[in-house]
């Protein structure tokens, strides 16, 4: 079975034992938690997919590093996971879980790239009017580029939206070649 396949089986899974919890919203704080820290680390990612280390490494080192972070639900399901030899696809697993998360919450994430740091009023516009588009609730995370000369960059889901200056210029080119400004 391939790693997607196996990876979205196990996030279905985990989001109904999530719907199972007293409190839903804290398990999926500690995942997210965990999510981030397999993002961070390169030496977790190199431990968790080695063949070479023993499954009862990986779970005691996992353990160590969330100890007292997570709460016993998390840290039951990362000990059922090494013990399944899925930890390789861990990373995997909780991406997909986010992901029919979000769907399932109406929820859609956008990663915005900016040149200048939006003003509140700016965010909560660009937030109405991707709400509008998507008809589903937004959350916004802007990191700034200084690549960008102006404007912004959308990321909403497979879609990007290019508002930036360097893609306005392009389009102003492209329609100068074809005569569109001539009069």
Excluded: C
């Excluded at 030496?43 to 490494?57: M, N």
């Excluded at 900016?114 to 509140?120: D, G």
């Amino acid at each position: 079975m391939s790693n997607y396949r196996a990876a979205h089986r196990y996030a279905s899974a985990l989001l109904a034992l999530t719907k199972e919890q007293k409190k839903p919203n804290e398990l999926a704080d500690d995942l997210f938690l965990v999510k981030n820290s397999i993002d961070g680390s390169r030496e977790l990612r190199s431990v968790l997919a080695s063949p070479i280390v023993h499954k009862d490494q990986k779970k005691k080192v996992l353990a160590e590093i969330f100890k007292k972070k997570i709460g016993a639900p998390a840290a039951m399901y990362l000990a059922a996971i090494v013990d399944k030899r899925r930890e390789d696809i861990l990373h995997d697993i909780l991406k997909q879980y986010f992901a029919l998360r979000d769907e399932e919450l109406g929820i859609v994430r956008v990663e915005v790239k900016t040149s200048v740091e939006f003003s509140a009023k700016q965010e909560k516009e660009l937030q109405k009017h991707i709400e509008t588009i998507s008809k589903k609730k937004v959350e916004i995370t802007f990191t700034l580029d200084s690549s960008l000369k102006g404007g912004f960059i959308a990321r909403v889901g497979d879609t990007v939206l290019d508002g930036s200056v360097r893609r306005q210029l392009e389009l102003m080119k492209i329609r100068l070649k074809q005569g569109e400004y001539n009069n």
